[in-house]
């Protein structure tokens, strides 16, 4: 079983920058892959961005690509996602996710993944 935990939502002017956080309880971090999913108003859920278990594979949605940054501490078992240059269109509740255990590498869609954190709204206003 793991647990996620996202911190670090808010509201910010476009352009600004927020940094979420991701903690992950549980032994099994380390074997899984790590995601972030937003969600906005009347939308479907959508991929961010994910990173491999030991984080030097890094994939991006074309739509934040250069403005958003995944990375991961396995010592502190967290994911974060460092988010510069915020447009009014990046608005939603972003959500943290665990893939399968033993899924190493990136994974972009939904179906791969297993755990789901409860999402953190982030807001930019214009």
């Known amino acids: 079983q793991v647990q996620l935990q996202e911190s670090g939502g808010g509201l910010v002017q476009a352009g600004g920058s927020l940094r979420l956080s991701c903690a992950a309880s549980g032994r099994t971090f380390t074997n899984r892959a790590m995601g972030w999913f937003r969600q906005a108003p009347g939308k479907e859920r959508e991929f961010v961005a994910a990173i491999n278990w030991r984080g030097d594979s890094p994939s991006y949605a074309d739509s934040v690509k250069g403005r958003f940054t995944i990375s991961r501490d396995n010592a502190k078992n967290t994911v974060y996602l460092q988010m510069n240059s915020l447009k009014p269109e990046d608005t939603a509740v972003y959500y943290c996710?665990?893939?399968?255990?033993?899924?190493?590498?990136?994974?972009?869609?939904?179906?791969?993944?297993?755990?789901w954190g409860q999402g953190t709204q982030v807001t930019v206003s214009s």
């Open positions: 996710a665990a893939s399968f255990e033993f899924q190493l590498r990136v994974v972009t869609t939904e179906s791969g993944y297993e755990y």
